[in-house]
């Protein structure tokens, strides 16, 4: 139910295996549905949302669907039937609950189906709404209403060649508005594919919240708010404080200002960015000469843990007071011009993170992020190397501020073997190029080895990451827990130990499979476990959690999590429970034999048998639809009839699944009863249409 980004091929293979069993089961249940249009909001959750999860659907998802990416991406031609997509989007919905596929973190289906039934109003005037048309479609639309057959490539080229010589009407405001949102980004919804963070785990709010009670910063803010009261104090008329009401705040606050000889509260450096920080976190604002404490801010200033967390998402808003110029003598770093994003790269790179990052390599990896955004000239090393120092000290500026904060917490130690070896394969190829070659010999790629100057850098950094201490920055318990509510905000999954206690079986062992590493599974399984009461009857609720599950790979995958996120011992003797079990031995038999468990000499034959049947029913199942089946059935060649033959006489009590795999057989091999079952399935009418497009 998620796959990676450039997983194409995968992605395909299971998203038409799982579109032919949501047809499928839409007409057991009398349910409209479109197969193109069901490929498509699958495509939209992969390839156009942060997450990529296709099982979890939130209200931002089904209003980007059904009034950005449909009317962007699909092509209704004149004349072509109209799949209604909100009655099939209401059938997927419908069907992920029913197969145990929908994520347990997201709504529950009747909140999901409200959702859609509001956006559908509003879903066909975003259709024709030309504006919203992405480039492709756009054209095409525009030649099939002038009567050119857009699925005839000469004549549509032709069109296009008549377009370019401005001899073809169109809807010059339309285009325009495609294409601001090309030339702004904007040109698809979504957003890009984001990496997955590790689950964290948080202690209760309370803990939070006494945390918060004791940063100092949390302090100064709330007296800062309260000095300015609902009355207000004045101010200039550039909108500084007076230098009096300065003295005082410098003494009631804490600053550690120095104020003898100064003249003027601007050169007050902790006060003034107090001062711009109550503001951005919008809890004071100057309105005609006075400067007031918002009165909507008082429920967040009577609360330390929201009020941390308000000054927090205000950090992102403090470039100009933090690291601006103070005077036209002064230029910014170029930190500056890429604050925001850097700040969230940095942020994002220490949340979850098992150990500590070393400056060291927190520096060079923001180094890199320098290079990818700005050109660099051709100029001197050594100019060069004052830009990256300047920038550094200013980044240092904005650790400061988060360490004061406590968002952050700095240590000195040595850095963890990890950060000596960093795996950049997956690397775009705009990034390798634009590397330095001491910074590519420094991280392993390949070929940078060859510079004796760029080896001798890499080993002089090297050393400063193994010769002794350094600094050891990471996240505190407050920063992640701010850190991953942005992540949310932003569509990003970011599990969380513990939010899945209430979740069912089968929505818990998914998630654990898809998302958690090892120890971070058997902590929230046990956790689940306890939920409970009783160990017993929650055990026998996730292998019938497992029993249930129709997708074979899916249900190994997740008696697999189970068996790995049980205490020693106890998974193996699960299994071995389990292989005495009608409907889970094949998958028990599989895992006992994957661990090694059980040789195949120690099975029975009729066990043999079980475990060939579910090998070829998995093996099916990663080819996708019946297509791919049938393509991956005849690449095993004739020898697999025997197999076939074998598995269909065994005990495996997926009957359907062996019905469905001897038809296969049958048409792959090409035998009398593939063409029987080729002359059936040409009178039954398909599920699924081929008449849109998407361009």
């Known amino acids: 139910m998620r796959f990676e980004p450039e997983a194409d091929e995968e992605f395909e293979t299971a998203c038409g295996l799982l579109v032919d069993r949501l047809v499928r089961w839409a007409g057991e249940q009398g349910l409209a549905v479109d ?37 962007q991406q699909v092509t209704e031609l004149p004349g072509e039937e109209r799949a209604d997509a909100p009655d099939t989007l209401r059938t997927l919905l419908r069907y992920l609950h029913a197969a145990q596929l929908a994520d347990p973190r997201g709504p529950s289906l009747q909140d999901s189906l409200a959702v859609v039934d509001r956006v559908a109003e509003q879903h066909p005037a975003a259709m024709t709404d030309r504006a919203r048309w992405g480039l492709a479609k756009f054209w095409a639309m525009t030649a099939a209403e002038q009567g050119v057959d857009v699925q005839d490539g000469a004549a549509f080229q032709r069109f296009a060649d008549r377009a370019q010589r401005g001899e073809v009407a169109y809807d010059q405001r339309a285009l325009a508005a495609i294409m601001e949102r090309r030339l702004t980004g904007r040109a698809l919804s979504g957003v890009a594919r984001a990496e997955p963070q590790l689950p964290v785990l948080l202690p209760p709010d309370d803990e939070l919240r006494r945390r918060a009670e004791a940063s100092t910063t949390v302090a100064q803010l709330r007296g800062l708010a309260e000095w300015a009261g609902q009355g207000g104090r004045p101010v200039t008329a550039t909108g500084r404080l007076r230098m009096a009401d300065a003295r005082e705040l410098v003494d009631l606050l804490g600053t550690g200002d120095t104020t003898d000889g100064v003249r003027s509260s601007a050169d007050l450096p902790r006060l003034g960015l107090l001062m711009e920080w109550a503001k951005k976190a919008r809890l004071v604002r100057v309105v005609k000469g006075r400067l007031y404490a918002v009165a909507k801010a008082r429920p967040v200033l009577a609360d330390p843990l929201q009020l941390w967390l308000r000054a927090f998402d205000a950090c992102f808003e403090l470039r100009q007071a933090l690291i601006g110029a103070r005077s036209g003598w002064h230029v910014e770093s170029m930190l500056y011009d890429v604050y925001e994003d850097v700040l969230d790269d940095v942020l994002n790179t220490l949340y979850s993170l098992p150990y500590p990052m070393p400056w060291p390599r927190l520096r060079d990896t923001v180094h890199l992020a320098y290079r990818s955004s700005f050109q660099l000239d051709a100029g001197p090393d050594l100019q060069h190397r004052m830009w990256f120092e300047h920038a550094d000290r200013d980044l240092r500026a904005v650790l400061d501020l988060l360490d004061d904060l406590g968002a952050i917490e700095r240590d000195r130690g040595m850095a963890d073997p990890v950060f000596l070896d960093i795996d950049l394969s997956d690397a775009g190829p705009e990034l390798l190029a634009d590397m330095p070659p001491e910074v590519a010999e420094l991280l392993g790629v390949a070929g940078a080895a060859t510079d004796p100057v760029a080896r001798e850098r890499a080993d002089a950094w090297r050393m400063e990451l193994t010769a002794g201490p350094v600094e050891l920055i990471r996240l505190t318990e407050l920063g992640t827990r701010a850190v991953r509510q942005r992540l949310l905000a932003a569509g990003r999954d970011a599990p969380l130990v513990g939010e899945l206690a209430q979740a069912p079986a089968a929505g818990l062992l998914g998630v654990l499979a898809e998302d958690y590493d090892p120890d971070a599974a058997r902590t929230e399984l046990a956790g689940w476990i306890t939920a409970r009461g009783e160990r017993e009857g929650a055990l026998r609720q996730l292998t019938d959690a497992v029993r249930a599950m129709p997708f074979r790979t899916r249900a190994q995958a997740m008696l697999d999590v189970l068996l790995t996120a049980l205490p020693d011992g106890e998974g193996e003797g699960l299994l071995r429970l389990l292989r005495r079990d009608t409907q889970l031995a094949p998958l028990a038999l599989n895992a006992l ?28 199942e990663l080819a996708g639809g019946a297509g791919g089946a049938e ?47 080729d002359a059936r399935k040409a009178r039954r009418p398909s599920g699924r249409s081929g008449r849109k497009r998407r361009r």
């Open 35 to 71: 197969g193109f249009t069901a490929e498509a909001a699958l495509e939209y959750r992969h390839r156009a949302t942060a997450d990529g999860r296709l099982g979890l659907w939130e209200p931002r998802h089904v209003e980007d669907l059904l009034l950005s990416w449909f009317p």
């Open 593 to 620: 034999a994957h661990r090694e468990l059980l040789s195949p000499e120690d099975m029975t034959e009729a066990e043999s048998l079980l475990v060939l049947a579910e090998s070829l029913l998995q093996l099916m």
């Open 631 to 677: 393509e991956t059935l005849r690449a095993q060649g004739p020898e697999v009839k025997d197999a076939v033959a074998a598995a269909l006489d065994s005990a495996h009590p997926d009957r359907v699944g062996l019905d469905e795999l001897g038809q296969l057989a049958d048409r792959a091999l090409g035998t009398r009863r593939a063409r029987l079952g």
